[in-house]
């Protein structure tokens, strides 16, 4: 049974940092591409940061130069490492898994939530002004 818990949100802020963590149980990372999405109410889901079986990586503008994703397969877990935190970056952020395609880059695994196999239950991120 795969599954994907998050962790490592909580309040913090502007300017300071964060590191989130998903630990993955019944999957292997090298065999994923795995992605961070987050999610104000009301809004739709979006793609923050992605990273293939590979280690390729792709990131929306809004965080490019300030989060970076990584992961360590050996211990199950993806990261995101979260700097220069800005109040727009409150959200809940989700870890999310597919199974890895060479047809598809990392690009495009951030951006079709619809097609991710496998999701955490998130972990809420606040940054105050």
């Known amino acids: 049974q795969v599954q994907l818990v998050d962790s490592g949100g909580g309040l913090a802020q502007a300017g300071g940092s964060l590191r989130l963590a998903c630990t993955a149980s019944g999957l292997s990372l090298d065999d994923y591409d795995v992605a961070w999405f987050r999610q104000i109410p009301g809004k739709e889901r979006e793609g923050v940061a992605a990273?293939?079986?590979?280690?390729?990586?792709d990131y929306a503008e809004s965080v490019k130069g300030r989060f970076t994703i990584s992961k360590d397969a050996s211990e199950h877990t993806l990261y995101l490492e979260m700097n220069s935190l800005k109040p727009e970056d409150t959200a809940m952020y989700y870890c999310a898994a597919d199974r890895h395609s060479d047809y598809k880059s990392p690009q495009e695994v951030r951006l079709a939530a619809d097609g991710m196999d496998y999701w955490g239950k998130g972990t809420l991120v606040t940054i105050s002004s």
């Open positions: 990273i293939d079986s590979n280690g390729k990586t």
